[in-house]
Antibody, heavy 127, light 105 residues
Framework: QVQLQESGPGLVKPSQTLSLTCTVSGGSISIGGYYWSWIRQHPGKGLEWIGYIDFSGSTFYNPSLKSRVIISTDTSDTSDNQFSLKLNSVTAADTAVYYC????????????????WGPGTLVTVSS | SYELTQPPSVSVSPGQTASITCSGDKLGDKYTSWYQQKPGQSPVLVIYQDNKRPSGIPERFSGSNSGNTATLTISGTQAMDEADYYCQAWDTTPLFGGGTKLTVL
């Protein structure tokens, strides 16, 4: 079955760029039908959707983060099945656990769900 | 902007039925999903498309959605069901409710 794993630095300095990678196994992100998403959870708080990318490279972002976010894929090497998150100009408010997840979205009915999720990675923004 | 509202906490005795609600304007016109999150773990999908259970999710989990309220029901609640539960739907973007802490005592 499909599994996802986040990776990247656990500590980022204020004003710098947070960069994370999600490695997908058990299924190709280049096949249509799914969207590949990032979600974050501030310590002790709820879930916040960041954005997603589809197999063609089309992206859709949370309007509240859109000016600072880039989600991209890297399938140039067939052995890599990854998508990435870059969040620039970070502040302490960006400290959170970041999850990647596969997203199912039926575009006509907007039936949608996230499954499965990666285990998450804690990113702390601090000098 | 559209919001999904959940009660912060719900308590239930073992073996009883727990109901967790999620409210939003005309939520019944949208599809709702539910996630279980245990401490230190990532969320797990327990209900999608209002009332469908993914493979591996026990039958005691069920869902409904009508009017302005979606409900996650756990029948015969077990100690292992103690967790945070989040509802999720689509408005102009994917949205999550604020979460409900289910305590089994």
């Amino acid at each position: 079955q499909v599994q996802l794993q986040e990776s990247g630095p656990g500590l980022v300095k204020p004003s710098q760029t947070l960069s994370l990678t999600c490695t997908v196994s058990g299924g190709s992100i280049s096949i249509g039908g799914y969207y590949w998403s990032w979600i974050r959870q501030h310590p002790g708080k709820g879930l916040e959707w960041i954005g997603y990318i589809d197999f063609s490279g089309s992206t859709f972002y949370n309007p509240s983060l859109k000016s600072r976010v880039i989600i991209s894929t890297d399938t140039s090497d067939t052995s890599d099945n990854q998508f990435s998150l870059k969040l620039n100009s970070v502040t302490a408010a960006d400290t959170a656990v970041y999850y990647c997840a596969r997203y199912s979205l039926w575009t006509h009915t907007h039936n949608n769900w996230f499954d499965p999720w990666g285990p998450g990675t804690l990113v702390t923004v601090s000098s | 902007s559209y919001e999904l509202t959940q009660p912060p906490s719900v308590s239930v005795s073992p073996g009883q039925t727990a109901s967790i609600t999620c409210s939003g304007d005309k939520l019944g016109d949208k599809y709702t999903s539910w996630y279980q999150q245990k401490p230190g773990q990532s969320p797990v999908l327990v209900i999608y498309q209002d009332n469908k259970r993914p493979s591996g999710i026990p039958e005691r989990f069920s869902g409904s959605n009508s009017g302005n309220t979606a409900t996650l029901t756990i029948s015969g609640t077990q100690a292992m069901d103690e967790a945070d539960y989040y509802c999720q739907a689509w408005d102009t973007t994917p949205l999550f409710g604020g979460g409900t802490k289910l305590t089994v005592l």
